[in-house]
Nanobody, 124 residues
Framework: QVHVAESGGGLVQAGDSLRLSCATSGITLSNYALAWFRQAPGKEREFVAV???????YYADSVKGRFTVSRGNAKNTVDLQMATLQPEDTAVYYC??????????????????WGQGTQVTVSS
């Protein structure tokens, strides 16, 4: 059974950094896309970044250069390192996995298993 769970959210000030982690079980990362999405109040869930089949990384333009996806220290975990956070980054951040293909990695419908989400709040 596939399972994912996020951790590491919290309240920070603008300009601070924060690291989220996504722990997975029941999958081999080289066979899946693992993506981060976020949803701010009153807005649609949007793509943030993806670790594609254990090799490639892709980012939304809004976070490129500030956010970095990497393998975590623990087995089958993937981290999202967020730097220079801004109030507009405030959202619930979700980790999701699925057998996405390159053409739809940014589409939330490509992901079949989701975590419960973790709140990130950036104060100005």
């Amino acid at each position: 059974q596939v399972h994912v769970a996020e951790s590491g959210g919290g309240l920070v000030q603008a300009g601070d950094s924060l690291r989220l982690s996504c722990a997975t079980s029941g999958i081999t990362l080289s066979n899946y896309a693992l993506a981060w999405f976020r949803q701010a109040p009153g807005k649609e869930r949007e793509f943030v970044a993806v670790f594609f089949r254990g090799t490639n990384f892709y980012y939304a333009d809004s976070v490129k250069g500030r956010f970095t996806v990497s393998r975590g220290n623990a087995k089958n975990t993937v981290d999202l390192q967020m730097a220079t956070l801004q109030p507009e980054d405030t959202a619930v951040y979700y980790c999701a996995v699925g057998r996405a293909i390159l053409s739809n990695v940014r589409n939330l419908n490509a992901y079949t298993t989701w975590g419960q989400g973790t709140q990130v709040t950036v104060s100005s």
